[in-house]
């Protein structure tokens, strides 16, 4: 049997887990789904996202009945990335580059299998609301920002998340194991990756890595926006600006630590 205080632990867990499992994919998400997602009792989920509700991490929609995560997050996100020296580094080279290309620039970092958005600069031009969320979590396969890290992330990381399959979001996403292995390796060698509506039809994104002191990628810079506008002729002097901000960004961050 377990003590009260595992109990408690367990409880705490369940929570973290629970609000892990909302993304850009699947925003909102029922009772059934999440005990489902989870593993875990619906009456569990119930008493959860009950008491997570009280403190603003989970809204309920009273027209669907189903659950989204709650502006306690965004205020919790909102101290998290004001304090972060990598964070600090990177806006004032992301909102001059806004200025500068009039594009929009996304600031990620990787956990587990996704890249989370930790904050977005918006240019002058129109941007993408489904990409433009802060906390948003998207694949890795697919992104150029997650195609960043896992170029250069062990090899037992990368084996990992192809063993669990390469879903399909597009005609472009590439699902078989010996491409994305191809392409990861072009991703090495020319130091950046481009994204050609393998998660969003119609979106193409340019994303390079920022270092630290180690040589070790930490975070990417990406630069998504509409085909249309992001074409193949200006994609290599789009390419030189991200480049370009993902060194700067390195610099700065190493002479904070």
Do not use: W
């Not at 620039?105 to 958005?117: A, C, N, S, W």
């Not at 472009?172 to 060698?189: P, S």
């Not at 002097?237 to 630590?257: G, N």
Request: glycine share 6%.
């Amino acid at each position: 049997m377990k003590s009260p205080e595992d109990e408690r632990l367990s409880s705490v867990q369940n929570a973290i887990r629970l609000l892990n499992v909302f993304s850009v994919e699947e925003a909102e998400l029922g009772i059934s789904e999440l005990s489902d997602k989870l593993g875990i009792a619906k009456s569990t989920v119930h008493r959860l996202v009950t008491t997570l509700a009280s403190e603003g991490f989970i809204a309920k929609d009273k027209n669907t009945n189903q659950y989204r995560l709650g502006i306690s997050i965004l205020a919790l996100s909102n101290v998290l990335t004001s304090t972060m020296p990598i964070h600090q580094a990177a806006l004032p080279v992301l909102h001059e580059l806004g200025k500068k290309t009039k594009e929009s620039f996304l600031f990620g970092i990787f956990r587990g299998d996704e890249v989370i958005f930790l904050n977005r600069i918006v240019g002058g031009l129109d941007f993408i609301p489904a990409l433009s969320e802060i906390g948003s979590r998207v694949p890795a396969h697919c992104t150029s920002s997650g195609q960043v890290f896992l170029a250069y992330q062990p090899k037992e990381v990368v084996d990992r998340i192809i063993n669990k399959g390469l879903k399909r979001y597009t005609k472009t996403t590439i699902t078989e194991a010996h491409l994305m292995h191809a392409l990861l390796r072009k991703v090495r060698e020319q130091g950046y990756a481009v994204s050609i509506g393998e998660l969003h039809e119609g979106i193409t994104s340019i994303a390079a890595p920022i270092r630290n002191a180690k040589g070790q990628v930490v975070a990417t810079v990406s630069m998504p926006g509409p085909a249309q506008r992001i074409t193949p002729d200006n994609i290599p002097l789009l390419t030189k600006h991200v480049l370009q901000a993902a060194k700067e960004i390195s610099l700065r961050y190493q002479q904070l630590k």
